[in-house]
Structures are given as C-alpha cells and as structure tokens.
C-alpha cells in the first residue's frame, strides 16, 4: 500500500484539490455531487480522485486529501470503481448542464 501510495502522489501537485475514494467518507446523492462540481469549478484547481487498490488507501493519501467520498459501503473491484466514478461524473455534468441524462 505504501509503494501505491508513493506512486499516486507521485502525480499529485501542492494546488491539486485531491478527493480520496474511501468505503468511510461522505456519501452523496448525484445532485449533491454535481453541486460540490460546482463547488470544485470555483476552486480554480484541478481536482484529483484518489482510489486505491484492493486493500484501500495508504493513511499518506487519505492525510493528504482536502476530502474523502464514498461511492458506497459496498466493496468493489478497484477496476469497477474507476467506471463506476466516471459515470457519477458524467452524470453529475449532465445535471449541471441541463441534459437529459439524469431522470433522478
């Protein structure tokens, strides 16, 4: 864990607003993350989503995240989670832009 660490933070920057995905932070609803989207625009930084291997994240990357989220307290394939979150994020743009995609 310590090495995938290194390695995540490796591309990490001091501006990066860096959100860890992890099975203990804050679950949202697709409207609420396309608010904190929103939120993350007004920052002017790029934002980072950490996710981590199948033991989770190292404590350096969950210190170093500005927040943590929780795409569910369900377990799943790191694999499975990198699709899983970019689909919350198109959806969550979608939202903010007005398209139909969302029906929620």
């Not at 660490?5 to 607003?17: E, G, N, Q």
């Not at 930084?45 to 350096?60: I, Q």
């Amino acid at each position: 864990m310590a090495d995938e660490s290194d390695r995540l933070l490796a591309k990490v920057t001091p501006r990066d607003h860096v959100v860890a995905l992890n099975v203990t932070g804050r679950s949202l609803s697709t409207e609420a993350l396309a608010a904190r989207m929103e939120a993350w625009r007004m920052i002017g930084a790029d934002v980072v989503f950490l996710v981590g291997g199948a033991d989770g994240l190292d404590s350096t990357c969950l210190t170093r995240a500005d927040e943590q989220l929780s795409l569910s307290a369900l377990t799943f394939p790191h694999g499975l989670v990198r699709v899983m979150l970019a689909e919350q994020i198109y959806r969550a743009w979608t939202l903010l832009a007005g398209h139909p995609y969302h029906r929620g």
